[in-house]
Nanobody
């Protein structure tokens, strides 16, 4: 069973930066892809970014491309989401997710989930 533990998040000003981390325990093929979704108040959950351990592939949503990046620590089974040039519309609860592939993760079915962490960007 894969368990995901998130940390980071908090409050930042527009134009600032924050970093989220997601550590996976029990990582197996079923968690080969790890990434983040977010959900703002009154909105549906949306995909943000993901990384594939085996290939090193990454994927970002258009709304964060060029502002957010992913880094990894293989020894710690941890993926980091570096969020730069933050905007007020980035305010949301961010959820770490894992699945066997990014394609499967994007279906948003049977993902493993972290507990969620709040990111608030003040304008």
């Amino acid at each position: 069973q894969v368990q995901l533990v998130e940390s980071g998040g908090g409050l930042a000003q527009a134009g600032g930066s924050l970093r989220l981390s997601c550590a996976a325990s029990g990582r197996t093929f079923s968690s080969n892809a790890m990434g983040w979704f977010r959900q703002a108040p009154g909105k549906e959950r949306e995909f943000v970014a993901a990384y594939t351990w085996i290939s090193g592939d990454t994927k970002f949503s258009d709304s964060v491309k060029g502002r957010f990046t992913i880094a990894i620590d293989n020894a710690k089974n941890t993926v980091y989401l570096q969020m730069n040039s933050l905007k007020s519309e980035d305010t949301a609860i961010y959820y770490c997710a894992a699945h066997s592939s990014i394609a499967n993760m994007l279906r948003d079915e049977n993902n493993y989930w972290g507990q969620g962490t709040q990111v608030t960007v003040s304008s």
